[in-house]
């Protein structure tokens, strides 16, 4: 599972790695060191009526759109969404098919679990310190009232050789060359060949400071050696 990361890039470096055009005026983003579930961060998707990509903020924790009532969706079980199960439960398929998304990042958190009581965080990002972006799924959720929620979920796959030793899963990471075929919305076959582990050697870890199992503490500090 992967249940926290982290974003430094701005919004113009996130346009600028992502080509996105047209990067809305009214959205602002702050660095993020301990992204959480239930919180909104940017996304990237295709517009529905241009094509092209677009920026927008979604709540982490995908609310499927079949959803009677917001607390049905219970604690994390949604930030993740299990490659091998994406064709086959519900709450995956339609997304799959027709609402999938660019998640972008700079890193990530997992904990290595040392005996019954003790975790070890470690964080992992690319060798060259670009920014990234995870396979992500996206749906759109009306409540009672009539407002509508917009949600995500990361896809995860096996663990490569270097996440292996701290966790069985890791996040599925695009490589660029894919992301227009990862975002394409109307593909006759979705896409399921992208969900694999990244590679190893384009890829670092380090064991990071222990702060970050608190989501109430955030800033760079979080990526300090332990």
Known sequence: MCGRYYRRSD????????NIADLPSSLILS???????????????NDKETGDRELVLMRWGLVPFFTKQLSDV????????????????????TPFQKRRCLVPADGYYEWAHLDNRTKKPYAFKMRDDA??????????????????????SLITTDANELA??????????????????????????????????????????WACNPLVGSVKNN???MLNSA
């Open 74 to 93: 219970k604690g994390i079980s949604t930030i993740n969404a299990r490659s091998e199960e994406i064709e086959k439960s519900r709450t995956w398929r």
């Open 164 to 205: 292996a030793d701290v966790i069985d899963r890791m996040p599925v990471i695009l490589h660029r060359k894919d992301y227009d075929r990862w975002l394409e919305r109307d593909s006759e076959r979705p896409p399921l060949d992208l969900l694999r582990p990244f590679e190893s050697e384009q890829m670092m870890k």
């Open 131 to 152: 920014p990234f972006a995870f396979a992500g799924l996206w749906d759109a959720w009306k409540d009672p009232g009539g407002e509508w929620l917009q949600s995500y």
């Open 11 to 18: 919004k113009q470096r996130i346009g600028d790695a992502f």
């Open 219 to 221: 800033g760079p500090e």
């Open 31 to 45: 660095e993020d060191y301990n992204v959480a579930p239930t919180t909104f961060q940017p996304v990237i998707r």
